[in-house]
Every structure is written in C-alpha cells, then in structure tokens.
C-alpha cells in the first residue's frame, strides 16, 4: 500500500533508494491525500542527464563533456593543457550533485591520459556569471562599451542582430 511518508522517504533517502516502477496507485477522486502528494519518478535522474547524453530525449548533439573537448582542442597544444587544467564551472546546474565529478570523469575518458585535468566551481555559482561580468564592465570600461548594444539598438534590430554581428559566435 502506498503511504503518504513515500514521497518523504524518497527525498530523504537520496540515491539508496530504490524506486520501483511497479507501484500503481489507482486514482481516486475523493481521495484528498492525493490532491497534495507529488508523485516522483525517474525524472530525478533523466533531467541533468541530458547534459551528458542528449540522445536520450532524442537530440542528436554532443553532451558537454563532447562539447567541452571539441572547444579545447581548437587551441595550440600548450593551450590545450591549460584549458584543461582550468575548467571553471559556475552556474545553478554545477550545483547538481557530483555534477563536477561526473564532468571529470568523462572529460578523463576522452582526454589524453598524460593531461592533468582541473575542474573548478564558483564559490557563489548562482551569481558568479553577473559578478564576473559587473567586475569586467567596471574594470575595463572602454571594451566594455565597444563591446555592448542599447536596448535601442536590441529592439530595433532584434536579437538575430546579435548572432550575426560581432556578439555572436558564428564563424
């Protein structure tokens, strides 16, 4: 039978719990207790597995840690191993439990074994991006107004502006 503590346990539990996909809980509509429980499945798992394999909700593009390769090794060799050395990770999804971990070892998996591999996150992820961005713009003032667009100019041509222009990273 189904108690309501299920979702509780399967919170509290972590990753040892087992779920079992078996359960089935007929609908009832006068059933109050149903009204407030939040059902959970596998989704815990599958939503930040996209990162790493995006195939599995039918994309076909490379995971990050493809993506993260790809992007190091259009560099000298030199500077491939000080990129690999300094990956920087911020951002709400670095928070994801044993996100950096997981980045490592499949960066590992696909690297060359004689490269030291350095993962770092931020000490705030969630505002880290806006702190590095408010530091550069007070900093370097001059490349940052040559680097910028009005709101104006965003309205007036829209954000394809952006792409196609000095912003974007087509090549």
């Known amino acids: 039978s189904f108690s309501n503590n299920t979702v509780i346990q399967y919170l509290s539990a972590g990753s040892t719990f087992e779920f079992n996909s078996n359960i089935v809980i007929p609908y009832d509509p006068e059933g109050i ?3 407030n429980q ?3 499945n596998v989704e815990r798992i599958r939503v930040p597995e996209v990162l790493f ?3 599995i909700i039918g994309l076909e593009q490379a995971g990050l840690p493809e993506l993260l390769y790809d992007l190091i090794r259009n560099f000298e060799t030199d500077s491939q191993k000080l990129l690999t050395q300094n990956v920087f990770l911020t951002g709400g999804t670095c928070l994801l439990p044993n996100f950096r971990e997981r980045l490592e070892l499949e960066l590992r998996a696909i690297r060359p074994t004689s490269n030291p591999i350095g993962i ?3 000490k705030d ?3 880290g991006a806006w702190r590095g961005a408010a530091q550069w713009a007070n900093t370097e003032r001059e490349e940052f107004i040559k680097s910028s667009i009005t709101r104006e100019k965003y ?3 829209g954000s394809e ?5 000095r912003f974007g990273n087509k090549v």
Do not use: M, N, S, V
């Open 120 to 122: 770092f996150r931020d």
């Open 38 to 40: 939040i059902h959970l």
């Open 155 to 157: 309205l007036e041509c």
């Open 33 to 35: 207790a149903q009204e």
């Open 161 to 165: 502006y952006l792409t196609e222009h």
């Open 125 to 127: 992820p969630l505002t």
């Open 53 to 55: 394999q995006p195939g």
